[in-house]
């Protein structure tokens, strides 16, 4: 045979289709074009024109037809073992590209997380190495969590969130995590408060206070301003911020007070040298706490989810024990 005849027969098997592969593999298992047109959901008109390119390019009858089905000619026989590898490895590819996809489309997912600012500062990070763990990827956007929490949980804004508040709230699908278990005062460490913190409740209300808001819990009236006018007085609200770093630059150098929790928060507080933080006393805590939700209520934190179904369990669960570890705050503050 010549070399361009050769080059030239390379060139046609290579362009042979996998339809072709396909109709070769089934003409030899079925020896019937009607059976391969149904395996292969074609008409039989399709199955033939495909055996006569091949038979064209090959230079051989291939399958020859008897009276009832098709008989596989030699040359048929030879290659029958290599068409139904090419067909098998093909079909092994499915699998593993459908496998490649899912896993692409895990490692993409991205849930839009919010969490009041008490318990943003390491989160990312903490969720992130809990995903290492689960042998997840995920990608979280993390906002704070500062405005309405219904109009926020009814649109495409978050997918999943933290929220601070003494009952559940209404129109949102809620699970409780754990009740706030105490609360913070901070300030700068040259603030005249900390010289009366005996008298930490007569006092309080003669400095500047910043709210750092927090869906739910005050996005209406803090409940400091409820325990001022319980106690016939006026809250000097000096300014109302969402971030850690706002808070800070508001309490720096400045006679302003506020209050916050969570570990991360503190540990994140008192790393600034130019602040102090303490325990609110038990009992003005919980006058404090009067004013809100049903009484006496104590305020703790729910998860909430525009999905449940497409939250993942480890990440669930990944919030409530850094929601649960957020609340072990006294160590620090001894």
Request: proline share 4%; glycine share 4%.
């Amino acid at each position: 045979m010549k070399v361009e005849t050769l080059e030239q027969l390379h060139k046609q098997i290579r362009s042979l289709s996998f339809f072709d592969v396909q109709v070769f593999v089934y003409l030899g298992k079925y020896l019937n074009s009607k059976a391969v047109a149904a395996e292969l959901e074609v008409l039989p008109s399709k199955v033939s024109r495909s055996l006569s390119a091949m038979r064209s390019v090959f230079n051989d009858k291939l399958f020859i037809r008897r009276q009832y089905n098709f008989e596989p000619s030699p040359l048929a026989v030879q290659l029958y073992p290599m068409m139904e590898s090419v067909k098998s490895n093909l079909d092994r590819m499915v699998p593993v590209v459908m496998g490649n996809q899912g896993k692409e489309q895990r490692e993409r997912q991205k849930v839009n997380l919010a969490v009041p600012a008490t318990l943003s500062n390491g989160l990312t990070s903490y969720l992130l190495e809990a995903a290492r763990q689960n042998g997840e990827e995920i990608d979280i956007s993390l906002r704070i969590w500062s405005g309405s929490l219904n109009s926020d949980t009814n649109s495409d804004a978050i997918d999943l969130g933290v929220y601070f508040s003494a009952v559940p709230v209404k129109g949102a699908e809620s699970e409780f995590i754990a009740y706030s278990k105490s609360t913070c005062v901070v300030a700068a460490k040259s603030h005249p408060l900390w010289q009366q913190f005996d008298r930490f409740e007569e006092v309080i209300f003669d400095y500047p206070f910043v709210v750092t808001e927090c869906a739910s819990f005050n996005d209406a009236q803090d409940p400091m301003e409820i325990f001022a006018k319980l106690n016939g007085r006026d809250l000097n609200i000096r300014a109302r911020v969402n971030t850690l770093d706002e808070l800070v630059s508001m309490l720096g150098h400045q006679d302003s007070f506020s209050f916050t929790g969570g570990r991360r928060t503190i540990e994140f507080l008192k790393a600034n040298e130019c602040l102090n933080v303490r325990l609110v006393p038990s009992q003005t805590r919980r006058r404090i706490h009067q004013g809100i939700g049903n009484g006496s209520r104590e305020p703790g934190y729910y998860l909430t989810y525009k999905d449940r179904q497409t939250c993942p369990q480890w990440l669930l669960e990944a919030l409530r024990c850094y929601i649960h570890d957020s609340l072990e705050v006294e160590d620090l503050l001894t």
